[in-house]
């Protein structure tokens, strides 16, 4: 038994904040952002617009492109690291939202790798046969932990949400998921604040080392790709569509070029969403599929990174 993506939807909020709008509000330039991170703007949530919301708006569109209605939904999984409150989880808000009713439904936290650890937990669940049809969503509200004045920071993320939807097939689908972690690394990229005795205790917002990050982020998106493509006796030249994380188009191409992938194979949203965290990679994937580029009985791998640190792949068939 296998699992296999059906539907893919995503949602980004209406308001656009440019490179030009945030030269009024830090000391930055469009040129350094853009020669630095490939960014040239990002979409921002309405005050009051939460994670589940963005979630709602992605899922309903995945359900309409797989055809499947709301009941019809086994398992939620929301990966987020900007849940809409302590608890419940989104995907408990999410599952009332879409007026579902008794399916379980969870939140996965792994950062940036988040929908990919997701995605791999729904295809285990499918795989073991104990759900058919499973949502998964990536959704992201970090315009709420930036620091709209460190400039190092807040030119470089976004707000938005994608889904999938997966359900059971006798044929992949999913050929193989590959999840990592090293705790290490937990202090250099994090949200270290928290709530305590009803105050916030310590930086509540995005603190990262940005250079080791970088260099991090190139070395093991590399070593996943070559993990995924060994387990499926594969070479890099048989991969139709790389969608790694969105976080900078120079750890991108980084990537890409020490694997030896044309640019032309890599889907890239980074220039108009900036880095959407969880919700970058079903952003991308959404985008490829409806513009037609995925097509049927392509390999399409999927990679992540973010902190903890995580990362992983998964490694499918179209
Ligand atoms: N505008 C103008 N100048 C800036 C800005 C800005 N927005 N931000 C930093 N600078 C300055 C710095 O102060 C520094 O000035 P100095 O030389 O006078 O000290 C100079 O630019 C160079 O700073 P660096 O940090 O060395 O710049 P670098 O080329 O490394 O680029 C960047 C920084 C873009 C953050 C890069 O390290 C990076 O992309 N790292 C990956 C981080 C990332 O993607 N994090 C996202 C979360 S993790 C994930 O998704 C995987």
Redesign the pocket.
């Known amino acids: 038994m296998y699992s296999r993506i059906i539907g893919t939807g995503s949602y980004l909020p209406e308001k656009i904040l440019t490179n030009h709008d945030l030269e009024k509000m830090?000391?930055?330039?469009d040129e350094?952002?853009r020669t630095?991170?490939g960014i040239t703007q990002r979409h921002i949530a309405a005050e009051g617009q939460m994670a589940s919301d963005l979630a709602v708006n992605a899922s309903l569109s995945a359900m309409e492109n797989a055809n499947i209605e709301a009941g019809e939904i086994d398992l939620i999984i929301v990966a987020t690291t900007t849940p809409d409150m302590v608890f419940p989880s989104t995907a408990c808000i999410l599952q009332n939202k879409l007026g579902i009713k008794n399916c379980p439904a969870f939140d996965m936290q792994a950062v940036?790798s988040g929908f990919v650890y997701a995605l791999a937990t729904a295809d285990m669940f499918i795989r073991a046969g104990k759900y058919r049809n499973v949502l998964v969503v990536g959704s992201e509200i970090y315009s709420n932990i930036v620091d709209w004045k460190d400039?190092?920071t807040c030119?470089?993320f976004g707000d938005g949400a994608g889904a999938v939807l997966l359900t059971q097939s006798d044929q992949p689908g999913i050929l193989s998921s590959h999840l990592h972690a090293d705790g290490n690394y937990s202090s250099v990229?994090s949200v270290p604040g928290n709530i305590c005795d009803g105050k916030i205790q310590g930086n509540p917002y995005v603190n990262?080392e940005?250079?080791t990050?970088?260099k991090f982020?190139v070395k093991v998106l590399e070593e996943v790709v070559l993990e995924a493509i060994a387990e499926n006796n594969l070479q890099t030249t048989d991969i139709d569509w790389l969608i790694p994380?969105q976080?900078?188009i120079?750890?991108i191409r980084s990537t890409a070029k020490k694997l030896g992938i044309s640019m032309d194979k890599v889907v890239t949203t980074v220039e108009k969403h900036g880095?959407t965290?969880a919700a970058s990679v079903p952003l991308a994937l959404d985008i490829a599929v409806r513009d037609g580029r995925i097509q049927s009985d392509q390999y399409v791998l999927l990679e992540g990174?973010?902190?903890g640190f995580t990362w992983g792949a998964v490694l499918l068939r179209w």
């Open positions: 830090v000391d930055t330039s350094w952002i630095r991170t940036c400039r190092s030119v470089l990229l990262m940005g250079n990050v970088f982020a994380h976080a900078n120079r750890i880095n965290s990174v973010g902190g």
